[in-house]
């Protein structure tokens, strides 16, 4: 069973700049596919991004492709999620998670994840 420890969130202006990272234990980290998430007040959590176990393959929802990427080092457990050119209606909670070797076309459902970390606070504020 694996761990998920997210950080990184803050207060950023719109237009900042923020690296969330996602740091697993517990379990094999290189077999579990990751995923990004948030989740603002009063709204449904969101898929935001996706890496599968190798690496190999990403996906992103449509309104952060360009702006945000998604990557692993599986030597140290951690995924990374780099985004740029934030906007206020992308503060949320943001939260990783883990899944055994998914079809990549589940991995944007949350649904298909069985390990959720506690999630980080970003403000982007305008």
């Known amino acids: 069973q694996v761990q998920l420890v997210e950080s990184g969130g803050e207060l950023v202006q719109t237009g900042g700049s923020l690296r969330l990272s996602c740091a697993a234990s517990?379990?094999?980290?290189?077999?579990?596919?990751i995923g990004w998430f948030r989740q603002a007040p009063g709204k449904e959590r969101e898929f935001v991004a996706t890496?599968?176990?190798?690496?190999?393959?990403?996906d992103y929802a449509d309104f952060v492709k360009g702006r945000f990427t998604i990557s692993r080092d599986n030597a140290k457990n951690t995924v990374y999620l780099q985004m740029i050119n934030l906007k206020p209606e992308e503060t949320a909670v943001y939260y990783c998670?883990?899944?055994?070797?998914?079809?990549?076309?589940?991995?944007?459902?949350?649904?298909?994840?069985?390990?959720w970390g506690q999630g980080t606070q970003v403000t982007v504020t305008s």
């Open positions: 998670a883990a899944t055994l070797y998914s079809p990549l076309a589940s991995l944007g459902h949350t649904q298909t994840y069985s390990y």
């Open positions: 517990g379990g094999t980290f290189g077999r579990y596919d």
């Open positions: 890496i599968n176990w190798s690496g190999s393959s990403v």
